[in-house]
């Protein structure tokens, strides 16, 4: 039976000015290694031919494997002789303004908790195995990694001007829930994606929601759904093409966007590429996710 009861063992955890917290990886039971193993079994098997081909490759460079919950330390050495970028243990999610300055300086803050067991089908806030398995493969490849520290620097930025929603929106649509164009079809690439065994299906291959493609306007204008599957889901072609939109300067998106009505998350616009119009009809269930 384990021991620790609290689902985030890290909340009274002494955090440093910038909210890392030492990730005590010695402290970790017998069952909580053993789950993320489980996790990662499973999710492995269900991302196969369907995660982008950089993510798949990226967890081989990095060792990533179901031998435990991974130190992040160790695995922040490997990363960063690939990209520069490490791995900085949180106790949960931290401010917009520490989050920025993470990123900006190639620095990707990572829940130190692994989900409860009763939990281990889904858990709505983002724990070491949504982290691990979900972003950090992406941060392994070098035009990815510059997207995230462009991100970042523009986040600073989007405070200053009060544009933060409409930047959050881009997080959202790409890094969680982004899917990109392969030469064998449509892959995922977010991360919210990549960690959920349901989503991972419900994404690519269910009827019920939006296929888009990328627009930056659009997207920036576009809702979301925070505790469901996502009824429109964004497609780039390229990563090279994601980092060149996030090294525009956002000035002028932000101003067209301002004061612009806002499109409902199961919307199509006027203008979209559209690759598939959803039927909605897991949503006009009412939506059931349990994954």
Known sequence: MELISPKNRYHDAPRAPDFTIDQAWETYSAEEHDRWDRLFRRQKEVTRGRACSAALEAMEALE?????????????????????????????????????????????????????????????EPDIFHDIFGHVPLLANPVFADFMEAYGKGGQRAMRLGQLHNLAR???????????????????????????????VFALEDDSP?????????????????????????????F??????????????????????DYEAHEIAPGDEVLHRGTHAYFDLGGRRKD
């Open 210 to 238: 939006n296929r888009i493609g990328f627009d930056v306007q659009r997207l920036m204008r576009t809702k979301y759904i925070i505790d469901d599957f996502q009824q429109t889901y964004f497609v780039v072609d390229s």
């Open 64 to 124: 990533l494997s179901p031998s435990g919950i991974p130190h992040m330390g160790r695995l922040s050495d490997r990363l960063e002789k690939i990209t520069g970028w490490r791995i900085v243990p949180v106790a949960e999610l931290v401010p917009d303004e520490i989050f920025f300055d993470h990123l900006a300086n190639r620095r990707f803050p990572a829940g130190a908790f692994i989900r409860p067991e009763a939990e281990f089908d889904y858990l709505q």
């Open 240 to 261: 090279e093409a994601l980092l060149d939109t996030c090294y525009k300067d956002f000035g002028s998106v932000y101003a067209d966007v301002k004061g612009e009505p």
């Open 170 to 200: 881009l997080y959202w649509y790409t890094v969680e829930f982004g899917l990109i164009r392969e030469a064998e079809g449509l892959r995922i690439y977010g991360a919210g994606i990549l960690s959920s065994p349901q989503e991972t």
